[in-house]
């Protein structure tokens, strides 16, 4: 059985805790700080299951189909909604990057292009995921 001096620590230390980042508004405002503004959508490929069995590891793939500066990826329900940047040199011809992420829950992934004269795309999938990661206590 616990003690009510031991539950009133157990909920302090939780209050203590930062919150997480997790909503759309904050994956706007970092989608925003990385490329400078809201992109359009674009010439921007993202390709990644959208029914996602686990979320502990899922591969994602995004491209451009010109030459871009970088690359991002966005996942708004994360508890950090910027996931990754790749920077690109002006020799790379076809940029893109695969990696494996990690889903929190359910939502819409978004891949953010950068060109070098300041344009940018943006493109966005919708995910299902049934079995989280990256949960809170």
Not at 18 to 32: D, G, H, K, L, Y
Not at 71 to 91: K, S, T
């Amino acid at each position: 059985m616990i003690s009510r001096r031991t539950l009133f620590m157990a909920a302090s230390a939780l209050a203590a805790l930062p919150q997480a980042r997790a909503t759309e508004a904050a994956m706007a405002a970092a989608i925003r700080a990385w490329a400078g503004q809201t992109p359009p959508p674009g010439v921007l490929t993202l390709d990644m299951a959208e029914l996602v069995e686990n979320g502990n590891a899922v591969p994602v793939r995004v491209a451009a189909a010109e030459p871009v500066v970088g690359l991002a990826l966005f996942a708004p329900l994360n508890p950090e909604p910027e996931v990754l940047q790749v920077r690109f040199g002006p020799a790379v011809a076809r940029p893109e990057f695969s990696t494996r992420i990690r889903l929190a829950r359910s939502q819409r992934i978004v891949a953010v292009a950068k060109a070098a004269d300041g344009r940018c795309w943006q493109a966005g999938l919708d995910v299902i995921v049934t079995l989280a990661a990256c949960v809170e206590p």
